[in-house]
Structures are given as structure tokens and as C-alpha cells.
């Protein structure tokens, strides 16, 4: 049974940082594209970040210089490192991947950036 479990959430003021992490389990990980996506207030899901199995990175502008997705494959965990939070980056953040053309999501962490 494939699971990914995010954590890491919270409130957190403008400016401010937090940390994600997604377990992974039931998938060969080290071999596994990672994706953080997230959903605002109104709006569709979006995609946040990317990291290959061999570390390339991708980001969406908006968060360019301000996220940093990181993988550990020995602890089967992809990680979102968000520095310089803005209200705007408010809403529910999910861990995804692909495998042999299915797609699997966490059940997400909200995070909500207000002062």
C-alpha cells in the first residue's frame, strides 16, 4: 500500500519559515520524481516544486529563491524548506508522485502565513 504523509504545517507570520516533510512508504523512493502541490483559498491545485531521482530541481516562479525542496532517500522523505513566507503562500500543501502511470497524493498540511 503505497502512503505519503505530509507534516510540518502550522501558523507562521509574514517573513517567517517552515519546514515540510513527506514520508513516503510502499514505493521504490530513491527512484521516485517528488512534487510538493499546493491548493490557495479559491483556487486549483498548483504545482510548487519538483525534484528528480537524481536531484534536479524545479520550481514555480512565484517561489523561486524562497523554497528549497531536498530529498533524503535513505529516510524515504522529500522535504519543502519555505523561507520568506507571504499571506498569499496560505493554503494546503500536498506531497505527490508518479509511478508506472499512477498517481498518488498525501492528505496535505495546511499552512496559513498570517500576523
Known amino acids: 500500500q503505497v502512503q505519503l504523509r505530509e507534516s510540518g504545517g502550522g501558523l507562521v507570520q509574514p517573513g517567517g519559515s517552515l519546514r515540510l516533510s513527506c514520508v513516503v512508504s510502499?514505493?521504490?523512493?530513491?527512484?521516485?520524481?517528488m512534487n510538493w502541490y499546493r491548493q490557495l483559498p479559491g483556487k486549483e491545485r498548483e504545482s510548487v516544486a519538483s525534484i528528480m531521482s537524481v536531484g534536479l530541481e524545479t520550481y514555480r516562479d512565484s517561489v523561486k529563491g524562497r523554497f528549497t525542496i531536498s530529498r533524503d532517500n535513505a529516510k524515504n522523505t522529500v522535504y519543502l524548506q519555505m523561507n520568506s513566507l507571504r499571506p498569499d503562500d496560505t493554503g494546503v500543501y500536498f506531497c505527490?508522485?508518479?509511478?508506472?502511470?499512477?498517481?498518488?497524493w498525501g492528505q496535505g498540511t495546511q499552512v496559513t502565513v498570517s500576523s
Open positions: 510502499g514505493i521504490n523512493f530513491s527512484g521516485a520524481p
Open positions: 505527490y508522485t508518479r509511478q508506472r502511470g499512477d498517481e498518488y
